[in-house]
Each structure stands twice: as C-alpha cells, then as structure tokens.
C-alpha cells in the first residue's frame, strides 16, 4: 500500500494527528475518502505506529520462550491486531474496519510482548510498592517502616518510594510559588452569632484540641486548612452556615501543587517512557490520596498515607526550598481548592518567639463574616 495515504481526521489520538499534519500531505484520504484534511502516506504512518509501539513493549521472539506443545510463545503476547485493541487506537472514520484491517496487515508479523517481560513497568512497580506501603502504615507498622522490603527493580521500600514521589514532583514542576496577596479562607461552625472573634480563632488549633484526623496531619498534630473561596470553606464544614475568617498571604507561598497535574503523555507522544509511567503513577497515586473519607470511626486509618506522605513533603529538601504547604483540590466543591498550609503560629502572627527574634508573619489576617448557603 505504497502509494495509500491517510489523512489525520481518520485518527482520534491528537499526538498522531498532530503527527500527521507536520507531513502536510496531499489532502484526499484513500481510507475516508474525504479531502477535508491533510495526509501522510500510508507506510510511514505503520512505520510510526511500530516506533512508538517499540518504546513500550518488547517483541516476543527476543523475549519469551516458545513450546510447541504450550501452543506458542510462553507468556503475555499479542498479534498487531490484539495490539491496535490494547491501544485503544480509535479511528472515528473506519466504519466499514478497512484502515484498522489495513495498518494491522502492514505490521510486522512478529508477536509482541511487554517491554521487559521479566519485570513490572515502573508505573507498575510504583502502584503495587504504594499499595504495599498503605497496608503497611494502616495494618502492619505505624512509625518504623521506611525501611520494610527491599529495593528491586518491581519494588520500592517506603523511603525510596515517598523519595521518587518528591523527586518526580519536583521534575515535573508541581513545587509551584503561589503569589503574595492571596486570599485564603478559613470556616468555623462552632461560634454563635455576636461572638467577638479574631485571627487566633481562625488560626489551627492549640495542640490540646487537636482531636480531629484530617487528611494532612493526624490528631494531636495542629495544621492550619485554608480554602480558595468563601464557598469551599463553608463546603468543607458540610453545613449550612459558619463564621468564615480571610487571610492574605503577604509573600509568595512555595507549595507542592497537586491541583492538576500534567497529562499523562499518549502511547504517540515524543515524550520519554519515563515520563509517561511516572505521571500514570502519579495521577493514580493524587487520586487516591484525595478520594473523599467518610467522617467515621475509621478515618484515622484512611487518612494516614497521605498523613505521612505530607510529613514527608514537610520535611523533604527540595531545590527551591522548604514548603509552606500542599494545594490540592476539594473534593465537595469542583471549582475550588484547599491549602494545606505546614507555618507555624509564629509565622502566622500569632506568637512571638519567647527567646530569639521573631518571623515576620507570612500571613495577615483580614476579617471574620458569616457565610451561608442560601
């Protein structure tokens, strides 16, 4: 099919479109039969598909044994057309199977198989090594477990784990600087009306009240939570009215901005392997850590990965510095966010130091008003 050419709209995967339309071919589809877009010729769009498919998996005849009597090759491997399935590659245009038909005939005869079939792809490896450490800090060791397990190329121990987790973070941009001037929100259910009320009350609470695991930091450990809005504070309570109090930031906040994370770049991507797996694992890892916990008896114990995950971040050494907390998205409200903030009351304002000189308060605080619902 030398002389076929396809056009970019026969494809849904916006890398292979984009992919196609730097050829600027001819327009004029031999697959759709429309001239609405540009094309490449047929060959060197199967020679892509086979380059990119070569950076994520291996080839069977390289990798696998074979036994006759097992019926084959022994271990997962797939035809070229059990492959275009395995990629999901949607082609809105191929009503009648021809295209998909055409490029898995072109391919190599060869079976395929998974790029190291003797090991766990990174973001494999990642997901069962957090997995690993949830049952571990939730069932099995509570304090000393960075060191439990080993290191091998399908494993992480905890410490290397949360390690590649702030490194990879760090890479990929998510250590952001919020802007000096944001204001951030904070609620209370617990005032009546008429209460006089002040930036200590808005502040986290003293260590001996404490009481409440939250996502962040586990009881007995005060942490300050502010919100992006009046609306996600008061969403946050899961009641209808409280006294909310605003801060404003008056110096830039360095954060681990887990609000939106990059797209994991597609199977067609230029992007390096490396970069692929790692953000697959991190979406899933974000989406768990941020998955919504019911308010029960429970809690203490669904919250304490990503408790011991902040303590770690809190803690970590990254180039631009120490954190002054992690962002991350409400889970009751879709538009707004939470700050998870790491300062202590006296780089809050809200103390001075007894012995030394004191910080200049990071934050001032503004007002207190009631917020409702209606």
Same mark, same amino acid.
């Given at each position: 099919?030398?002389?076929?050419?396809?056009?970019?709209?026969?494809?849904?995967?916006? #890398?292979?479109? %984009?992919? =196609? /339309?730097?050829?600027?071919?001819?327009?004029?589809? +031999?697959?759709?039969?429309?001239?609405?877009? $540009?094309?490449?010729?047929?060959?060197?769009?199967?020679?892509?598909?086979?380059?990119?498919?070569?950076?994520?998996?291996?080839?069977?005849?390289?990798?696998?044994?074979?036994?006759?009597?097992?019926?084959?090759?022994?271990?997962?491997?797939?035809?070229?057309? #059990?492959?275009? %399935?395995? =990629? /999901?590659?949607?082609?809105?245009?191929?009503?009648? +199977?021809?295209?998909?038909?055409?490029?898995? $005939?072109?391919?190599?005869?060869?079976?395929?198989?998974?790029?190291?079939?003797?090991?766990?792809?990174?973001?494999?490896?990642?997901?069962?090594?957090?997995?690993?450490?949830?049952?571990?800090?939730?069932?099995?060791?509570?304090?000393?477990?960075?060191?439990?397990?080993?290191?091998?190329?399908?494993?992480?121990?905890?410490?290397?784990?949360?390690?590649?987790?702030?490194?990879?973070?760090?890479?990929?941009?998510?250590?952001?600087?919020?802007?000096?001037?944001?204001?951030?929100?904070?609620?209370?259910?617990?005032?009546?009306?008429?209460?006089?009320?002040?930036?200590?009350?808005?502040?986290?609470?003293?260590?001996?009240?404490?009481?409440?695991?939250?996502?962040?930091?586990?009881?007995?450990?005060?942490?300050?939570?502010?919100?992006?809005?009046?609306?996600?504070?008061?969403?946050?309570?899961?009641?209808?009215?409280?006294?909310?109090?605003?801060?404003?930031?008056?110096?830039?906040?360095?954060?681990?901005?887990?609000?939106?994370?990059?797209?994991?770049?597609?199977?067609?991507?230029?992007?390096?392997?490396?970069?692929?797996?790692?953000?697959?694992?991190?979406?899933?890892?974000?989406?768990?850590?941020?998955?919504?916990?019911?308010?029960?008896?429970?809690?203490?114990?669904?919250?304490?990965?990503?408790?011991?995950?902040?303590?770690?971040?809190?803690?970590?050494?990254?180039?631009?510095?120490?954190?002054?907390?992690?962002?991350?998205?409400?889970?009751?409200?879709?538009?707004?966010?939470?700050?998870?903030?790491?300062?202590?009351?006296?780089?809050?304002?809200?103390?001075?130091?007894?012995?030394?000189?004191?910080?200049?308060?990071?934050?001032?605080?503004?007002?207190?008003?009631?917020?409702?619902?209606?």
């Amino acid at each position: 099919m030398q002389s076929h050419r396809v056009c970019f709209s026969c494809f849904s995967n916006q #890398d292979l479109r %984009d992919w =196609i /339309r730097e050829h600027n071919g001819p327009r004029g589809c +031999s697959f759709c039969g429309k001239y609405d877009s $540009s094309t490449v010729e047929f060959h060197k769009l199967v020679s892509r598909i086979e380059e990119c498919l070569r950076r994520y998996y291996g080839r069977a005849v390289d990798q696998l044994g074979y036994c006759t009597a097992e019926g084959g090759y022994l271990g997962n491997h797939w035809d070229s057309w #059990d492959m275009l %399935d395995l =990629i /999901r590659l949607e082609l809105p245009r191929d009503d009648d +199977s021809s295209l998909n038909t055409a490029i898995a $005939s072109d391919m190599t005869d060869e079976p395929w198989c998974d790029y190291d079939a003797g090991a766990l792809n990174l973001d494999d490896a990642l997901w069962s090594s957090w997995k690993n450490f949830c049952q571990t800090v939730k069932h099995r060791r509570r304090f000393f477990f960075h060191n439990s397990g080993s290191d091998s190329h399908d494993s992480f121990t905890p410490a290397s784990l949360l390690s590649t987790i702030a490194g990879a973070s760090e890479n990929l941009g998510l250590v952001v600087e919020l802007p000096s001037g944001l204001g951030l929100w904070r609620a209370r259910t617990d005032f009546t009306k008429g209460k006089r009320v002040g930036a200590a009350d808005f502040g986290p609470p003293p260590v001996e009240f404490a009481q409440q695991s939250n996502r962040m930091n586990p009881a007995g450990i005060s942490m300050l939570y502010l919100a992006s809005s009046k609306s996600t504070a008061l969403k946050e309570t899961r009641k209808d009215q409280a006294k909310v109090g605003l801060w404003r930031s008056k110096r830039p906040l360095r954060v681990l901005d887990l609000r939106s994370l990059p797209p994991v770049p597609t199977i067609f991507s230029d992007d390096v392997r490396g970069l692929k797996l790692t953000l697959s694992f991190l979406h899933e890892f974000t989406n768990d850590i941020m998955k919504p916990v019911a308010r029960d008896n429970k809690v203490h114990i669904d919250y304490l990965p990503s408790q011991v995950v902040s303590e770690y971040m809190r803690d970590f050494a990254f180039a631009a510095g120490a954190l002054d907390g992690i962002a991350y998205g409400s889970t009751v409200h879709q538009r707004g966010w939470n700050l998870a903030v790491f300062l202590d009351p006296t780089e809050l304002g809200l103390e001075t130091v007894k012995w030394g000189i004191t910080p200049p308060p990071v934050f001032s605080f503004e007002k207190a008003i009631w917020a409702s619902c209606a």
